[in-house]
């Protein structure tokens, strides 16, 4: 036998080897293997279409309202010192209770900002999280209901600019909420 016909029935066996492997292991299947529908959800859109949950951001928006106003008018404030040292409308005498102004300011405003930062996060998680459960508890009963083995997630992929195709009536987002809504008024 030549060297390339030796080789080229090596190669011939393997991939018969191959696939005699593969579909012994396929043959064997094992029978724990939950068979039935793929969809995707895009829970970014949970924030604003789920009832219960804007309700509860909207009351955390207007709790914190009054110090994120506050906390513009010092972003005023330190925009408006920093317009007039731009112009060079300050007078030279100024230019150093100006400065000190500014940075007591922005020092205050890091402050403030840290400070209601952490206290918005952790009155997120006290009223957000049970519902965030709630959503969870539900979409494995739909899911169970609709027989969907898996549920994928596509927000995050949409927001970085990842190329996507979702067939027609794999993406249950609507579906899913419209329903959640109607449980939870």
């Given amino acids: 036998m030549r060297p390339a016909m030796a080789r080229l029935s090596r190669v011939a066996a393997s991939c018969g080897l191959l696939a005699l492997a593969a579909s012994a292991v396929f043959a064997q299947q094992p029978a724990n293997v939950p068979r039935g529908r793929i969809a995707i959800i895009n829970v970014a859109r949970f924030q604003n279409d789920i009832a219960e949950l804007k309700r509860r951001i909207t009351e955390i ?3 914190f309202e009054p110090r994120t106003k506050e906390l ?17 409308t300050v007078a ?19 402050r403030k900002v840290e400070d209601m930062k952490v206290e918005a996060q952790k009155a997120y998680s006290a009223s957000a999280t049970p519902i ?32 996507i195709y979702i067939a027609p009536g794999v993406d249950i987002t609507d579906d ?3 329903i959640y809504n109607k449980a939870n008024p």
């Fill in 61 to 63: 928006n207007t709790r």
């Fill in 72 to 88: 513009l008018a010092i972003r005023d404030t330190m925009q408006g010192i920093e317009t007039q040292v731009q112009q060079g």
């Fill in 92 to 110: 030279p005498g100024q230019a150093g209770a100006l400065q000190e102004r500014y940075d007591g300011l922005k020092r205050e405003y890091e």
């Fill in 132 to 163: 965030e459960e709630k959503v969870r508890v539900a979409l494995e009963k739909y899911a169970n209901e609709k027989g969907i083995v898996l549920v994928m997630e596509t927000g995050g992929s949409k927001k970085i600019g990842s190329i």
């Fill in 176 to 178: 899913f909420i419209a």
